[in-house]
């Protein structure tokens, strides 16, 4: 596609119940990210992949956080037992890892989640 | 750390006016550095990015932002704000690898 999507656009869903979020980023972007953004807040690092490997995962905030990433493309986001503090936009980006614009990243336009 | 200030949270301007948007970065050696713009329910979009070329960058939307090495800063200006113009702006700094550092956001309002 043109740009990177995410899915669902909306998801509510009650305390301790599981969900996924999904990201399909360019085709040909090797990197891709996730972000959370809370109401008023910056946005929070989460995770990051190079292909299919997290070299970084310094940012989930706990282990009911997991990430995973498949065939190089798309990406899931799996919350366990989600919380309300979990409520949030999740946003995903992707950028290439070469070339002068390597660093520049592609936005989805994010899944609000909100934990009931 | 490295870390990103972005100065305001808020700013207000009338239409036609100037807008500023302050922000400091932490001192790199050579960093990257990127204005993004989020409308609300959007994604982030990039408006402009320096990366150690011409210390005054343009972006969309009239909008361009000057490196400022001794004031570790990168500010955002537009000579005349435009309704459109009002949303969420955050400024980002990468410093070499693929992680990037988001500022805490200010928001634009623009007042007819």
């Known amino acids: 596609g043109a740009g990177v999507s995410q899915s669902p656009s909306n998801k509510v869903t009650e305390k301790g119940k599981d969900v996924e979020l999904r990201c399909d980023p360019i085709s040909g972007h090797t990197a891709l990210y996730w972000y959370r953004q809370s109401l008023g807040q910056g946005l929070e690092f989460l995770i990051y992949?190079?292909?299919?490997?997290?070299?970084?995962k310094s940012g989930l905030p706990s282990d009911r956080f997991s990430a995973e990433r498949t065939g190089g493309s798309v990406s899931t986001l799996t919350i366990q037992r989600t919380q309300q503090e979990d409520s949030a936009v999740y946003l995903c980006?992707?950028?290439?890892?070469?070339?002068?614009?390597?660093?520049?990243?592609?936005f989805g336009p994010g899944t609000r989640l909100t934990v009931t | 750390a490295q870390s990103v200030t972005q100065l305001d949270s808020h700013v207000s301007v009338s239409e036609g006016t100037p807008v500023l948007l302050r922000c400091n970065y932490s001192s790199s050696y050579s960093p990257s550095l990127f204005w993004y713009v989020q409308h609300p329910n959007k994604g982030l979009q990039l408006l402009l990015k320096?990366?150690?070329?011409?210390?005054l960058v343009k972006g969309i939307n009239g909008f361009e932002a000057e490196f400022k090495k001794s004031e570790t800063s990168f500010h955002l200006t537009k000579p005349s704000a435009h309704m459109s113009d009002a949303a969420e702006y955050f400024c980002a700094q990468n410093t070499g690898g693929f992680k990037t550092i988001f500022g805490a956001g200010t928001r634009l309002f623009v007042k007819a």
């Open positions: 992949f190079q292909g299919n490997s997290a070299p970084d």
């Open positions: 980006a992707s950028s290439r890892t070469s070339g002068v614009d390597f660093t520049e990243q592609y």
């Open positions: 320096y990366t150690s070329a011409a210390t």
